[in-house]
């Protein structure tokens, strides 16, 4: 099977392999002699929230800290 590369560097994957890999939608990318490697990658809600906040800049002292600011009565 072909795949085309765009001009944006983007692949479609054809629909026969792609069913092959029911509910993922990441895969991971290498190269291993000279061939390109897809492996399927099933990432769970809590790496994916941790990824986004890392991304941001929060971290593990700022969500503590929003946490008790949230819970404090008033």
Known sequence: MLAKL???NQLTLPKDIV???PGVSYFEVSERSG???LSPV???QGDAVRRKL????????DVQEAIRWARRDD
Do not use: A, M, Q
């Open 19 to 21: 069913s092959s890999f």
């Open 42 to 44: 099933r990432l769970n």
């Open 6 to 8: 765009t001009s944006k």
């Open 54 to 61: 890392r991304d941001l800049g929060i971290t593990d002292k």
């Open 35 to 37: 061939r390109i490697v």
